[in-house]
């Protein structure tokens, strides 16, 4: 059964920090690319980033690019997503899913309708 466990979220300042972690089990790391999806309230899921270990490629939303960072330890099972110099846009619920390689598109990473299993989310809120 796939599983995921997802942490790091919380209140922070405007310009502050957080690394969410993304504990996955169920299915083996190598075969899947995991993503990072964000919903804020009234909006639409959207992709954050992306972490493929088939073409050994990271990708990155406009929005996060310079920002955030996105980094896997295979060995744990664990996806990260570190998130620097955060704003009050940023609030939202993120959320890591995966698909497996052979549904991976490095084109289409930051679409949700192809991910495969999806974790509960964790509420990341920044105040101004």
């Known amino acids: 059964e796939v599983q995921f466990v997802e942490s790091g979220g919380g209140l922070v300042q405007a310009g502050g920090s957080l690394r969410l972690s993304c504990a996955a089990s169920?299915?083996?790391?190598?075969?899947?690319?995991i993503g990072w999806f964000r919903r804020a309230p009234g909006k639409e899921r959207e992709g954050v980033s992306c972490i493929s270990s088939r073409d050994e490629g990271t990708y990155y939303a406009d929005f996060a690019k310079g920002r955030f960072t996105i980094s896997s330890d295979n060995a744990k099972n664990t996806v990260y997503l570190q998130m620097n110099n955060l704003k009050p846009e940023d609030t939202a619920v993120y959320y890591c899913?995966?698909?497996?390689?052979?549904?991976?598109?490095?084109?289409?990473?930051?679409?949700?309708?192809?991910?495969?299993?999806w974790g509960q989310g964790t509420q990341v809120t920044v105040s101004s």
């Open positions: 899913a995966v698909v497996h390689v052979r549904g991976f598109s490095r084109w289409a990473w930051w679409n949700p309708r192809r991910y495969d299993y």
């Open positions: 169920g299915f083996t790391f190598d075969d899947y690319a």
